[in-house]
Each structure stands twice: as structure tokens, then as C-alpha cells.
């Protein structure tokens, strides 16, 4: 007979997008992964309480709070996890710390440096688990990436690219502000496409090929005044709309960098590159069970890009799910974060990437919309 697990009471906060994919993770992890845990979505919070009450009904939470902070004050809830726009995260992550809450926080982790370095602080002093969704991770095909660079396999590193492109703001008529479209909001995203797109670009890049020493960027604003979603009336755009970004790595290799709401036809298109002395591998989320790898130790005449299906059993996460040839897909990332969130809470090694190493994202994110405003190098240090 299958072991008792302990349940980990889950406190959500949201209800948008995030909320779903996030949702959907701590109800499926159970089913396929052999942790000590078991999620129990135990109660969602939001404002508007009929919302609140139908997502509670799809998603299977058993209660609902209309202010986050009684969500936070619950004893019954062992884990918070923060699926609101960005400039509600530093202050819901500090009262669920000081809670002793484990937090986890869509990314990016914060609008700034300055409010992720209040949150690092809090979630350290508590002594509490923590973890940044950026989810491109917990897919195989990067992870495998992850693991044969780690491994030396590729020799000197000499370039990352990475590119996360959509189109979803061309129209004027996009507002500022609203649901979804408080990505467009400066104030409540902190930085446009920096911090929502290439943010993800960031972290995999970091994460698989080490720190970023000093960057310069390129920063626009296409369409400079947007309604309000709430006063009507136009306003001002703050935010980054594309940005492209050259850097150096604390390895020595070079990074490029591109992302936009602009490139008319792509929806989310994340690619990746990185390119070594010995093979290179290339990753795009629109193939997301698929890696092309170039092995230069392969003799001339064979040699040449070959084309992984990531699905065997021993690829990463892999020999969970289905049969070797059998595809999985972008929900999947979100459930290996929550498989490995959970391994870590028994095996003592907190899974990555932590608020510690999400705010390295946001400090490179802060250095990219400073060099945009001052046409300069910054050093991200
Ligand atoms: C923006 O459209 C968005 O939903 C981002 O907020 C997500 O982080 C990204 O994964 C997909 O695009």
C-alpha cells in the first residue's frame, strides 16, 4: 500500500493566468511524482469574491478570503503562493514570511532590486522555503541542456542568445492597467517587456551559463500614451516595450539578447542558443520536446545537427509521465517546479530558483532599463 503522505496546505493568492497554471501544478504533482507531500489547495484569495467562489469551484480549493491578509493570518495554511501583478509581491511575500508561510512568487520576484532585496531578507530571516516560478526551467529539453553544460561537455563557453518574442501589444488600443494588461502598467509591473519576457531569458541564461558581469541595452517605447483601463482617460506609457541587450558573462562568453511585444506574427516565441568550443545546442518553446545538439567530437564526415526527442524515461523528469516518444507540454514545467519545491522541503536542498537567486535576475532586469535610459554600459554589480 502507497505511503501516507503529509499534507502541505496551499494558500493561493490570484486567480488570473498564473493562478490556473499554478493550480493545476499542486493538483496534478501528486499524481505522478512519489513525494513526502501532498498539496492540498486548501483556500483562494481574491478581492472580487464571485470570481474567487467560481475558481474555488473549478480548481477544487476548499474555502475563499476576500483579503489576502486573512489568507496569511490562517493557521491552516503551510504555504503561500503569489499570483498577483508584481507591485503586490514584496508586501504579500513580507507578511507570509513574518507568518512563517514557505512563499512562492510568480516572477519576476519584484519590481525592483530594492523591494526583491526586502523580500530576500524577510524569507531568510523567517527561515522559510521559498521559490520563483520562472518555469522555462522545469522543461526537460532545458534541463537537459542544463545538465550536459554542466558537465563540461560543450568546453569553453563563447556565446548565449536568447530571444522571447510576442505581438500581443502592437494595437494603441491595448490598455494600461486591467486584467492581464497591468503588464503595460509601470507601476504595477515595475518594467515592460525586461522584467515579464526577457526576465525568463535571463534566468535560464544564468542559471545554465553562470553570472552576467556588465550588459549594454537598447530599450523603446512604441506606442508612448494608452487609456487607463480604469479612468479612461490617456496616460503616459512607462514601460519597456522591446529591448535588446548585449552582455559579458562572468565565464568570458559573450550574450545576446532580444525581447518584444512588437514582432508582428510571434506569440511567444522563446529561443535559445549557446554555443562552446566542443557543440552547441539550440531550444525553441514552440518545439519544446525537442533540443538540436551539434557534437564536434563526431568524425567530419558524420558530423552535423542532430535533432533530441526529450522524452526517454532518462532525460530529466521524463520517466515520470508517459512512454519514451510521448510529448508533454508548457503546463508540465510548472509541475516539476512544484515536484522539485517539495523534494527540497524533504531533502534539506532548497530547489532553485530561490528569491536569492531570482533577485540576480532582476538585478541584471535593472541594469538592462538603466543602460536603455543612459545609452551606456552598466555594470550590473
Ligand atoms: C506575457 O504575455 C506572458 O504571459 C508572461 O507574463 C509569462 O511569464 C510568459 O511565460 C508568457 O507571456
Redesign the pocket.
Known amino acids: 500500500m502507497a505511503k501516507a503522505k503529509k499534507p502541505l496546505n496551499i494558500g493561493m493568492i490570484g486567480y488570473g493566468?498564473?493562478g490556473r497554471a499554478h493550480s493545476n501544478a499542486w493538483r496534478k504533482v501528486g499524481n505522478f511524482f512519489d513525494l513526502e507531500y501532498q498539496p492540498v489547495l486548501k483556500a483562494v484569495a481574491a478581492r472580487n469574491q464571485g470570481k474567487a467562489a467560481d475558481f474555488a469551484a473549478r480548481w477544487g480549493y476548499e474555502s475563499i478570503e476576500s483579503d489576502w491578509r486573512d489568507l496569511v493570518a490562517r493557521d491552516d495554511i503551510d504555504a503561500i503562493d503569489i499570483c498577483v501583478p508584481n507591485d503586490l509581491h514584496m508586501e504579500i511575500a513580507i507578511a507570509a514570511a513574518k507568518a512563517g508561510k514557505m512563499v512562492l512568487c510568480e516572477?519576476p520576484i519584484a519590481r525592483t532590486t530594492k523591494e526583491g532585496e526586502k523580500m530576500v531578507a524577510a524569507v531568510e530571516k523567517a527561515g522559510v522555503p521559498n521559490l520563483v516560478w520562472y518555469?522555462?526551467r522545469w522543461i526537460p529539453a532545458v534541463a537537459l541542456i542544463k545538465q550536459i553544460v554542466a558537465s563540461g561537455r560543450l568546453g569553453k563557453i563563447f556565446h548565449y542568445r536568447a530571444n522571447?518574442l510576442?505581438d500581443?501589444t502592437i494595437s494603441p488600443d491595448v490598455p494600461r492597467g486591467g486584467a492581464?494588461t497591468w503588464?503595460l502598467d509601470v507601476e504595477a509591473a515595475g518594467s515592460g517587456v525586461t522584467g515579464?519576457?526577457l526576465a525568463?531569458c535571463i534566468d535560464t541564461a544564468m542559471w545554465i551559463n553562470g553570472g552576467i558581469s556588465d550588459l549594454s541595452a537598447m530599450t523603446e517605447t512604441f506606442v508612448k500614451k494608452r487609456k487607463n483601463a480604469e479612468t479612461g482617460k490617456m496616460q503616459d506609457v512607462g514601460i519597456d516595450d522591446a529591448a535588446a541587450v548585449m552582455c559579458h558573462f562572468e565565464n568570458g562568453s559573450l550574450g545576446l539578447f532580444e525581447s518584444t511585444?512588437y514582432a508582428r506574427g510571434h506569440k511567444?516565441l522563446?529561443t535559445l542558443e549557446i554555443n562552446g568550443e566542443k557543440g552547441s545546442f539550440m531550444w525553441n518553446l514552440h518545439d519544446l520536446n525537442r533540443v538540436s545538439w551539434f557534437d564536434h567530437s563526431i568524425e567530419g564526415q558524420l558530423r552535423g545537427w542532430s535533432s533530441i526527442l526529450v522524452t526517454d524515461g532518462e532525460h530529466p523528469y521524463l520517466g515520470k509521465w508517459w512512454v519514451p516518444g510521448l510529448t508533454i507540454g508548457y503546463e508540465h514545467s510548472f509541475v516539476h517546479a512544484v515536484a522539485d519545491f517539495i523534494e527540497g522541503l524533504t531533502s534539506g536542498t532548497p530547489a532553485a530558483p530561490t528569491f536569492r537567486d531570482a533577485l540576480e535576475t532582476t538585478r541584471v532586469c535593472d541594469a538592462i532599463i538603466k543602460s536603455g535610459r543612459t545609452r551606456k554600459w552598466v555594470d550590473v554589480r
Open positions: 493566468f498564473m516572477k518555469n522555462y522571447f510576442q500581443w492581464g503588464r515579464d519576457l525568463h511585444r511567444a522563446y
